[in-house]
């Protein structure tokens, strides 16, 4: 199947600086990235769509000046945690969605998270 | 408004019985799309099973089938003969037609028990 990786994997921080975080479709082009907000014990709450070359679409309630999204390539999106605060401390996870395919499963996949800690 | 739901917070199971997760979702499109996925401690998310909303069957992988159930609006998840690795959150979702994004619920945290 198609994967998706993203880096880091886990990032501490200190609060007020600010941290990026990369998701790469490895094996496929993803013309749209999806970037998911995830407390314990909690679902995945999305934060934002990012389409390759345009501006992300951000969910009510979400920042778009402290969540930047940067979706440049095919292959490529990053978020951007700006000035990250102890409340910021999530697992974020980043989905990409095929170019190719009808409405199937196969569509969407999911990288391994990031867990971030702002101290 | 909640589109999908799962009212099973936690289930508890014992090992190599079959267990059933509940999941109702609400849309009013006549076309869309019903995922189960995986997440083990770890975090990673993992597809288990789609199910269209055309499809006459249920969908079935190995151990893993749907029961979709159209008119009650219910698409609840089977998993026979459990394994202790099955331990797991599993979340519901959906994406309607048009739609880029997956919709989750709030999860099931499923223990199974040596």
């Known amino acids: 199947g198609a994967v998706v990786s993203q880096h880091p994997s886990w990032v501490i921080c200190k609060s007020g600086t600010s941290v990026k975080i990369e998701c790469r479709s490895l094996?496929?082009?993803?013309?749209?990235m999806f970037w998911y907000r995830q407390f314990p014990k909690q679902s995945l709450m999305l934060m934002a769509t990012?389409?390759?070359?345009?501006?992300?679409?951000?969910e009510q309630g979400v920042e778009k000046d402290k969540f930047l999204i940067n979706h440049a390539s095919l292959t490529l999106s990053t978020l951007t945690v700006t000035s990250a605060h102890p409340e910021d401390s999530s697992f974020y996870i980043c989905?990409?969605?095929?170019?190719?395919?009808?409405?199937?499963?196969?569509?969407?996949?999911f990288g391994p998270g990031t867990r971030l800690t702002v101290l | 408004a909640q589109k999908i739901t799962q009212t099973q917070p936690g289930m508890f199971v014992q090992e190599k019985e079959a267990v059933t997760l509940d999941c109702t979702y609400d849309?009013?499109?006549?076309?869309?799309?019903l995922f189960w996925y995986k997440q083990p401690s770890s975090g990673e998310m993992i597809f288990l099973i789609y199910?269209?909303?055309?499809?006459?069957q249920n969908a079935t992988e190995g151990r893993y089938s749907l029961n979709f159930q159209k008119a009650r609006k219910s698409a609840n998840l089977v998993i026979s003969a459990s394994q202790l690795g099955d331990s797991a959150m599993y979340f519901c979702?959906?994406?309607?037609?048009?739609?880029?994004?997956?919709?989750f619920g709030q999860g099931t945290r499923l223990t199974i028990n040596p």
């Open positions: 989905s990409a969605r095929s170019t190719s395919g009808q409405a199937s499963y196969n569509e969407q996949f």
């Open positions: 094996d496929f082009q993803a013309t749209t």
């Open positions: 990012s389409n390759e070359g345009s501006k992300a679409t951000y």
């Open positions: 849309t009013s499109d006549q076309s869309y799309g």
């Open positions: 199910q269209g909303s055309y499809d006459e």
């Open positions: 979702a959906m994406r309607e037609r048009g739609a880029q994004k997956l919709v």
